[in-house]
């Protein structure tokens, strides 16, 4: 029902800077929550920022004043901004859509990988 495709994925280096674009097609019904997570190597995949319809937001600690969500809900799209980045940023990205409307139900795009340099 509802398909997200990444982009902008990459290597950067430690302080640069990264952003990332989802868009999502098909049954898109609000309210909803756009947002973007994340898994390294060896490690569990943990939510880095996500943003409701209704303007809410969240993001992980380790992020806070680094990374940026935004969306344009006119285009089904959310942007990551990241800045300052950090080895330990790196990790397989993952867009995430969850339709609150119809009891949370949610979908994963394919992921794009962020790797960055020391």
């Known amino acids: 029902q509802v398909q997200l495709v990444e982009s902008g994925g990459g290597l950067a280096q430690a302080g640069g800077s990264l952003r990332l674009a989802c868009v999502a097609s098909?049954?898109?019904?609000?309210?909803?929550?756009m947002g973007w997570y994340r898994q390294a190597p060896g490690k569990q995949r943990e939510l880095v920022a996500d943003?409701?319809?209704?303007?809410?937001?969240n993001y992980l600690d380790s992020v806070k004043g680094r990374f940026t969500i935004s969306r344009d809900n006119a285009k089904n799209t959310v942007y990551l901004q990241m800045n300052s980045l950090r080895p330990e940023d790196t990790a397989v990205y993952y867009c995430?859509?969850?339709?609150?409307?119809?009891?949370?139900?949610?979908?994963w795009g394919q992921g794009t990988q962020v790797t960055v340099s020391s």
């Open positions: 943003m409701s319809s209704g303007g809410r937001t």
């Open positions: 098909g049954r898109i019904f609000s309210p909803n929550s």
């Open positions: 995430r859509v969850v339709l609150t409307a119809i009891g949370n139900y949610g979908y």
